[in-house]
């Protein structure tokens, strides 16, 4: 089992800042790729930024230039850093962390509230 523990969320006015951490623990080596998604009210989880199976990283269109993944293995936290924050991001945010192969499991955190105002 691994647990996944995000933190960081809040209200922040239009073109502000806030960083997300997400902690995790347990059976962690069996985890190979790790990241954020985001969930608003009314629409589908969507993908927000991932370290995949290779270290690459991938993010969202809407999100490139204003957020940045970042990870502390020596913490085992995955960060995402939120610059220049939109209405449009206001979403619960989860961490979510995925096994290798076509039986890996994948593990979500129970999300972290991003509010942004105009």
């Known amino acids: 089992q691994v647990q996944l523990v995000e933190s960081g969320g809040g209200l922040v006015q239009a073109g502000g800042s806030l960083r997300l951490s997400c902690a995790a623990s347990?059976?962690?080596?069996?985890?190979?790729?790790m990241g954020w998604y985001r969930q608003a009210l009314g629409k589908q989880r969507e993908l927000v930024a991932i370290?995949?199976?290779?270290?690459?990283?991938k993010y969202a269109d809407s999100v490139k230039g204003r957020f940045t993944i970042s990870r502390d293995n020596t913490k085992n936290t995955v960060y995402l850093q939120m610059n220049s924050l939109k209405p449009e991001d206001t979403a619960v945010y989860y961490c979510k962390a995925d096994e290798p192969g076509t039986y890996g499991r994948a593990y979500w955190g129970k999300g972290t509230l991003v509010t942004v105002s105009s």
């Open positions: 370290f995949s199976s290779g270290g690459m990283t």
């Open positions: 347990g059976r962690i080596f069996r985890i190979n790729a």
